[in-house]
């Protein structure tokens, strides 16, 4: 196996040496034991909705300080799309059949959306599209995101100085070997790259774009080198299409020195494809990873944490599974959206959007476009109502919404 000593020194993750002198079924019976402690859709929503009145009143206090919804979750993580186009033809998201849908904005006018929602409280911004590589004027963007300061400290209190925004994209990496030095010197902080097969042919047919696998790949490596490591990879698994990659997706984890993240499938592509047998659930990927070697579990990162993490027992490789469908993480939720036609959706299943945009076009003042933006995420959905009896497709899909 070929190391690649610099990401394995990053991934080389320390764990408590009581998990690996564990007895394997041991291990295996501990992991399980919290997995099964893990949240249900229902738990996820009901946690925040049982909170008392106190409690909500409290939170209703706040609301002229930071961005909080009506349950009292703090909007901390805004994800901007800067286009729809896109270049690939993912098969679990596009049909390839339909183009781009709707507008993009000048650059600046997202920039001035952007400075809202930091002035009330989000500290993470995520590019996306579409394909946000697309997009001309995306390094000018960051450069002046870069310059960004949070308004608010860890504590919650307000700040004048803040802290620089922690800056994310998510990119198809078609075209990141060629831009990756750029997107870092430009500030971006972090990247993670769709990736849905470790091999060539069965990626090629995902994306429908042939030879893609290998300009991918030389992206992650470039990323990499330029010091925007560690890489996230995501992917998506299918049943019957990429399932049998997981085992390769763990070693690709351990060699290359990527976060591999798999990602439950989501109806949210443009051709009604999506079957609850087509998703893979977290419990059947944990169950295989393990199998292949000892997993154990890592802590979240912070409390809306999407990702369940876990490295082996050897502490190389990182990989975690986001799983929206067999275990939602909404009453967590620290995120909205900005669309490329400058909407706001405050959940991925949302049934309409907010027009951001036609308020700053018809004049709005910053204080004006603060209590439309207030008045909208006050409004976000409790959860959402996957494979649930009535479940309604979203009224934009997830190429057009920004993943
Ligand atoms: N084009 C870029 C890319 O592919 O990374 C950014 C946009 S894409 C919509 C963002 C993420 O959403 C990707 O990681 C993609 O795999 C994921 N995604 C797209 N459709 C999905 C679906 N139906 N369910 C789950 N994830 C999906
Ligand atoms: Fe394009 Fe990303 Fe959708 Fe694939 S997942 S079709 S790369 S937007």
């Known amino acids: 196996m070929q ?70 979750r703090a909007i901390t993580d805004l994800r901007v799309s800067v286009t729809d186009r896109c ?38 911004v995520r ?7 697309l997009r001309s004027g ?6 002046e995101l870069a310059k960004m300061r949070t308004a608010y400290l860890p504590d919650g209190t307000s700040t004048e100085e ?22 870092k010197e430009a500030g971006l902080n972090r990247i993670t790259v769709s990736m849905d ?24 490596r470039q990323a990499k080198s330029v010091g925007l490591g560690p890489v996230k990879v995501n992917c998506v698994l299918l049943r019957g299409f990429n399932d049998g990659q997981i085992e390769q ?30 998703v893979v659930p977290m419990d059947e990927i944990v169950g295989r990873l393990d199998a292949y070697r000892p997993l154990v579990e890592l802590p979240p990162n912070s409390v809306s944490e999407t990702a369940k993490r876990f490295t082996f027992d050897d502490g190389l490789g990182e990989v975690g599974i986001i799983a929206p469908v067999s275990r939602p993480f909404c009453g967590h939720c620290s995120r909205v959206r900005l669309t490329s036609d400058g909407k706001i959706r405050t959940c991925l299943f949302s049934q309409s959007d907010h027009d951001l945009y036609g308020e700053m076009a018809r004049g709005g003042t910053d204080s004006e476009l603060d ?29 057009h919404i920004g993943g």
């Open 127 to 133: 590019l996306t599209g579409g394909e946000p590589l």
């Open 3 to 72: 190391q690649n000593n610099r990401q394995v020194a990053i991934l080389r993750v320390p764990v408590p040496a009581a998990p690996w002198r564990m007895h394997r079924q041991a291990l295996k019976r501990s992991l399980m034991a919290h997995l099964m402690s893990y949240k249900t859709m229902d738990d996820a929503a009901t946690s925040v909705l049982e909170r008392t009145a106190d409690e909500r009143d409290s939170h209703a206090r706040q609301e002229r300080g930071r961005l909080r919804d009506k349950l009292g």
């Open 138 to 143: 995306l390094l000018e963007m960051i450069g």
């Open 197 to 220: 097969a470790v091999d060539a042919e069965t990626f090629a047919a995902i994306t429908r774009v042939p030879r893609s696998f290998d300009r991918v790949l030389a992206g992650i």
């Open 249 to 278: 997706f763990a070693e690709f984890s351990r060699r290359e020195g990527v976060i591999v993240r798999f990602i439950e499938f989501m109806p949210l592509e443009e051709d009604r494809s999506w079957r609850p047998e087509t």
């Open 371 to 399: 209590a439309y933006i207030r008045k909208v995420v006050m409004r976000k959905e409790a959860r959402h109502h996957i494979g649930e009896p009535g479940f309604q497709k979203p009224s934009r899909n997830m190429v």
């Open 87 to 124: 270049n690939f033809k993912c098969v679990y998201c596009r049909t390839g059949n339909e183009g781009a849908q709707y507008s993009e904005l000048p650059i600046a006018d997202y920039l001035r959306m952007v400075r809202r929602f930091v002035a009330l409280g989000v500290e993470k």
């Open 162 to 183: 803040g802290r620089p925004l922690d800056i994310a994209l998510t990119t198809n990496g078609h075209l990141l070997e060629h831009m990756a030095g750029s997107l």
